[in-house]
Nanobody
């Protein structure tokens, strides 16, 4: 099983960009589907983006589609979430998640079994 550590969060003005990183330990990172989720205060955790083991299948929430890109580097055991044109409603704690699966990446948080500690993204308007 992998362990996940997110980084790259911070404070950014509306319209700005951030790239979140999620570094995974373990030798079998390429067997894992990866996802990004976020949770704002008082709200449920919601899906942001997901990518399959090879990077060939990617899914996005409608709220970030066209503004965000998920990609992975299996040689570095890292998955990234590039977010552009950030809005105040993107403010949340962002979590990286993993599941050992070679098929389509899940978009439901309960289907992931490994989580990072989260990284705070704050967008000021």
């Amino acid at each position: 099983q992998v362990q996940l550590v997110e980084s790259g969060g911070g404070l950014v003005q509306a319209g700005g960009s951030l790239r979140l990183s999620c570094a995974a330990s373990g030798r079998t990172f390429s067997n894992y589907a990866m996802g990004w989720f976020r949770q704002a205060p008082g709200k449920e955790r919601e899906f942001v983006a997901a990518i399959n083991w090879s990077g060939g299948t990617r899914y996005y929430a409608d709220s970030v589609k066209g503004r965000s890109t998920i990609y992975r580097d299996n040689t570095r055991n890292t998955v990234y979430l590039q977010m552009n044109s950030l809005k105040s409603e993107d403010t949340a704690v962002y979590y990286c998640a993993a599941v050992n699966r070679l098929g389509a990446p899940p978009r439901i948080y309960r289907e992931y079994d490994t989580w990072g500690q989260g990284t705070q993204v704050t967008v000021s308007s």
